[in-house]
T-cell receptor, first 110, second 113 residues
Framework: SQQGEEDPQALSIQEGENATMNCSYK?????LQWYRQNSGRGLVHLIL?????REKHSGRLRVTLDTSKKSSSLLITASRAADTASYFC??????????FGKGTRLSVIA | DAGITQSPRHKVTETGTPVTLRCHQT?????MYWYRQDPGHGLRLIHY???????DKGEVSDGYSVSRSKTEDFLLTLESATSSQTSVYFC????????????FGPGTRLLVL
């Protein structure tokens, strides 16, 4: 069964606005990863945050991790139409492979 | 796509026939994975491999088998295809341990009639 659950399932914003997506999970993790998927394509890794980290940045992306609440958020600042995609969180616990959530569909309207 | 190719990219088959999907990588990574992606379910792990001839089951392995006789190739076989196996299948690799970043292939769209 899925470990991570993204929220919201779908998000529509105007270009230039910030987009925030959340991920909640159930058990302890080694790390949490965010991926993007453009329509009809494979997933692309965005960022990995380890369980002992609280915040990480990569360009316009900011990821936070709160292990006490078992949650993470992905913030995309100054969104662009090209950011339109589905975004997935994936968790790793123990020696098991990644377990993906069902994703958030982001639409950025120009 | 990190040197990962999948073949075929599209396939239509009939219920009851065997189907084999191929994942090929050019960078000698140890870990390889097969996922299926369905609306409302996200990505679910079918099988994965941590070396030649070393494989393990994932969340949705029933009706699927895998083989890895060479580092670069990971084959997924639907022993007797069913309509419920209509899906998009993705192969992925990871550079280090199974917990690290994964890189995905372009996917195979399979329709079972």
């Amino acid at each position: 069964s899925q470990q991570g659950e993204e929220d919201p399932q779908a998000l529509s914003i105007q270009e230039g606005e910030n987009a925030t997506m959340n991920c909640s999970y159930k058990t302890s993790i080694n790390n949490l990863q965010w991926y993007r998927q453009n329509s009809g394509r494979g997933l692309v890794h965005l960022i990995l945050i380890r369980s002992n980290e609280r915040e990480k940045h990569s360009g316009r992306l900011r990821v936070t991790l709160d292990t006490s609440k078992k949650s993470s958020s992905l913030l995309i600042t100054a969104s662009r139409a090209a950011d339109t995609a589905s975004y997935f969180c994936a968790t790793v616990g123990g020696n098991t492979p990644l377990v993906f959530g069902k994703g958030t569909r982001l639409s950025v309207i120009a | 796509d990190a040197g990962i190719t999948q073949s075929p990219r599209h396939k239509v088959t009939e219920t009851g026939t065997p189907v084999t999907l191929r994942c090929h990588q050019t960078e000698n990574h140890r870990y390889m994975y097969w996922y299926r992606q369905d609306p409302g379910h996200g990505l679910r792990l079918i099988h994965y491999s941590y070396g030649v001839k070393d494989t393990d089951k994932g969340e949705v392995s029933d009706g699927y088998s895998v083989s890895r006789s060479k580092t670069e190739d990971f084959l997924l076989t639907l022993e007797s295809a069913t309509s419920s196996q209509t899906s998009v299948y993705f192969c992925a690799i990871s550079e280090g341990q199974s917990r690290e970043t994964q890189y995905f292939g372009p996917g195979t769209r399979l329709l079972v009639l």
